[in-house]
């Protein structure tokens, strides 16, 4: 079992910037593959994000390619997303996702663990 609890979420003007964090439970976090998803009112949850269990691997959208960086320290059991440039679109209730799967997917039905969820919000 894994649990999962998110936080930096915010609002923030476009152009800015965010880290969120996502602190995980349990002593098996160095094993699994652990991501990033979003959902914007009216709207299915997307991927945004993925990293491989040892963090040599990622996966982004191509939305938020070369803005967000995705990144874990298995020693503080805990995966960021610094999110760049922002823009209103990002906006979204973001989720930690985690999975036992050594491949980084992009269907949220094939994570296993999830977060509560923090609110993204880009405004001026």
């Known amino acids: 079992q894994v649990q999962l609890v998110e936080s930096g979420g915010g609002l923030v003007q476009p152009g800015g910037s965010l880290r969120l964090s996502c602190a995980a439970s349990?002593?098996?976090?160095?094993?699994?593959?652990m991501g990033w998803f979003r959902q914007a009112p009216g709207k299915e949850r997307e991927f945004v994000a993925g990293?491989?269990?040892?963090?040599?691997?990622?996966r982004y959208v191509d939305s938020v390619k070369g803005r967000f960086t995705i990144s874990r320290d298995n020693a503080k059991n805990t995966v960021y997303l610094q999110m760049n440039t922002l823009k209103p679109e990002d906006t979204a209730v973001y989720y930690c996702?985690?999975?036992?799967?050594?491949?980084?997917?992009?269907?949220?039905?094939?994570?296993?663990?999830w977060g509560q969820g923090t609110q993204v919000t880009v405004s001026s």
């Open positions: 996702a985690a999975t036992s799967s050594r491949l980084i997917m992009v269907l949220s039905s094939r994570w296993n663990y």
């Open positions: 349990g002593r098996t976090f160095s094993s699994y593959s």
């Open positions: 990293i491989s269990w040892r963090g040599d691997s990622t």
